[in-house]
């Protein structure tokens, strides 16, 4: 089992560009999370999904949309990227209310 | 609003050796559950640690143990006969019963010399 698994690895974008990071886990979790991680900080809370069908905001969501396609997979879009949202995001899935489990995140650099 | 601290950006230890990392966090609520994650150089996020308010006994995993406070608010990460491969950023966590959402500190740095 892969577990959970993040697609691009790394990734450069001019400012106002678009792009989607996916995120697909193999672990049959109802719930599934996207969280940013910027230098000297902890990681933050941008969306979460705690079911098919359903999304909700989390601490940072601002700049973002996501999507849950099925129960596999979370995408997270950026519409009109800015150097703001240069980061490192983490996609997470967990049964409700428990341990989450991460993916290996994907680099984003906003030029 | 929940918030998790670790005063301690960067702890380094010997090899073999024990070394305590600290995290103290705020909230009002009772039933909770408090994690810690490590994070090597490769940045995956692997869970270390887990530990439900309501249970007293502290939560161990082989060399890892946990000092949970309840009163005090605090959840301090013991690691015993450190390994160079314990060396990471490490994070404590902190979820309320019920939500969805983590709450995590700023990280520890933890380095471990031979």
């Known amino acids: 089992n892969a577990g959970v698994t993040q697609t691009p690895k790394f990734q450069v974008l001019k400012t106002g560009q678009s792009m989607t990071l996916q995120c697909a886990q193999d672990?049959?979790?109802?719930?599934m999370y996207w969280y940013r991680q910027d230098p000297g900080m902890g990681l933050r809370l941008i969306y979460y999904?705690?079911?098919?069908?359903?999304?909700d905001k989390g601490e940072v969501p601002n700049g973002y949309n996501v999507s849950r396609l099925n129960k596999r997979e979370f995408s997270l879009r950026l519409e009109s990227a800015a150097p703001s949202q240069t980061s490192v995001y983490f996609c997470?899935?967990?049964?409700?209310?428990?341990?989450?489990?991460f993916g290996p995140g994907t680099r984003l650099l906003v030029l | 609003a929940q918030t998790v601290t670790q005063s301690q950006p960067e702890m380094s230890v010997q090899e073999a050796e024990t070394v305590t990392l600290s995290c103290t966090y705020d909230?009002?609520?009772?039933?909770?559950?408090l994690f810690w994650y490590k994070q090597p150089p490769s940045r995956q996020m692997i869970l270390v640690i887990r530990?439900?308010?309501?249970?007293?006994q502290n939560a161990t995993e082989n060399r890892f143990s946990v000092n949970f406070q309840k009163a005090a608010k605090s959840f301090s990460l013991k690691i015993s006969d450190s390994q160079l491969g314990d060396a990471a950023m490490y994070f404590c966590?902190?979820?309320?019963?019920?939500?969805?959402?983590?709450?995590f500190g700023k990280g520890t740095k933890l380095t471990v010399n031979p």
């Open positions: 999904s705690a079911s098919e069908g359903t999304t």
């Open positions: 909230t009002s609520e009772s039933d909770y559950y």
């Open positions: 672990m049959n979790h109802n719930s």
């Open positions: 997470a899935t967990g049964a409700p209310g428990q341990t989450q489990y």
């Open positions: 966590a902190y979820r309320r019963t019920g939500s969805e959402k983590l709450v």
């Open positions: 530990q439900e308010a309501y249970k007293q």
